[in-house]
Nanobody, 115 residues
Framework: QVRLEESGGDLVPPGESLRLSCLGSGFVFASYDVAWYRQGLGKGREFVALSAATGYSDYGDAAKGRFTVSRDNAKSILTLEMFDLKPEDTAVYYC?????????WGQGTQVTVSS
């Protein structure tokens, strides 16, 4: 079955960088669109970044200019590089895989930005 496992979340001070990873298994990673979302405490789930199977990438407003998404299809890994982190980036970050009308979510990894 499709499985997504996020890792890399941590407690970091403002201005620092962090790299999140999402390991996919149970499906042909290269054929799926994969994306990052996040959900802060008391907030709705927010789109962060997309890496489409075609090679196209897209970013949510909060991520533009500070975050970079990439994928390694050979290793089935989606990566999110985050720079100049701000307290408002504090959230649980989720990985999502999509194929057609079906989608699957990971369990999330906590990122906390605080001094």
């Amino acid at each position: 079955q499709v499985r997504l496992e996020e890792s890399g979340g941590d407690l970091v001070p403002p201005g620092e960088s962090l790299r999140l990873s999402c390991l996919g298994s149970g499906f042909v990673f290269a054929s799926y669109d994969v994306a990052w979302y996040r959900q802060g405490l008391g907030k709705g789930r927010e789109f962060v970044a997309l890496s489409a199977a075609t090679g196209y990438s897209d970013y949510g407003d909060a991520a533009k200019g500070r975050f970079t998404v990439s994928r390694d299809n050979a290793k089935s890994i989606l990566t999110l590089e985050m720079f100049d982190l701000k307290p408002e980036d504090t959230a649980v970050y989720y990985c999502k895989a999509k194929w057609g009308f079906k989608e699957w979510w990971g369990q999330g990894t906590q990122v906390t930005v605080s001094s």
